[in-house]
Each structure stands twice: as C-alpha cells, then as structure tokens.
C-alpha cells in the first residue's frame, strides 16, 4: 500500500529546499512567513547574525483589535501592511520573501501584495 505523506511534511521540505536559496542579509533580511489554521506569522530576520529584526502575528493586541477573523484573507493583508509599517520604521526598505513552503495564493500572496503596497520591495 502507498503511503502518502501529509500535507505539513511535504509543506517543511519545500520549505528546506527554499532555505537553501534564500537567505536574509543585513541590508537584505528575509521576511518569513509562517500560516496556522488560526492566525498568521511574519517576521523580518538577518541570517547572518540569526536576529529577528521586526517581527507582527495576528496574536498582536493591535492587529487582532482591528481583524474579525484572524486566519482569513483580509487578516493576511492587514498584517502585511503593519509589518511592512514596522519594518519601514526600522529602516528595511528591500527584503528577500520566504513563503515558508506554502503555495503562493491566497493568503500568503494576499500578505505580499499588502506589503509591497506599504512600501517594502521584493
């Protein structure tokens, strides 16, 4: 009988394999992005020195105050502009994308089409 990976397996490998290719500088950091079945992640990391440099989740008093749901398409887009205002602040204009091995649709493209609106290149 075959047996069939699940999907958070197959999700970490292609994750592994971006790894390899992406890699936040200091004038280049990484934003990373993490989807539960609840709420979203996004941080802004140097891999040189391995510090997250900003950092936004939907957990966030002020993020969540404004969202109704936490894990739908709108609250991705809404994290994507308070971390690029974050980010910004600190003084990151470009930043390397890492999608964490999820597919680039929905969500995930919703919070990257959010940020390069807000202002951050990738």
């Known amino acids: 009988m075959v047996s069939k990976k699940s999907r958070t397996e197959v999700r970490e490998k292609k994750h592994r394999r971006l790894r390899n290719h992406l890699a936040g500088t200091a004038d280049r950091p990484r934003l990373a992005v993490f989807r539960s079945n609840n709420h979203m992640y996004a941080q802004v990391i140097d891999d040189t020195v391995g510090n997250t440099l900003v950092s936004a989740s939907t957990l966030d008093k002020e993020v969540k105050a404004e969202l109704e749901k936490t894990n739908n398409v ?34 995930i493209k919703a919070l990257a089409d959010a940020a390069r609106e807000a202002g951050l290149e990738f």
Do not use: C, P, S
């Open 74 to 107: 709108e609250a991705a887009a809404h994290l994507g502009t308070v971390i690029a205002k974050k980010a910004l602040d600190k003084g990151i204009n470009t930043v390397v994308f890492d999608r964490g091995g999820f597919i680039y649709q929905g969500k």
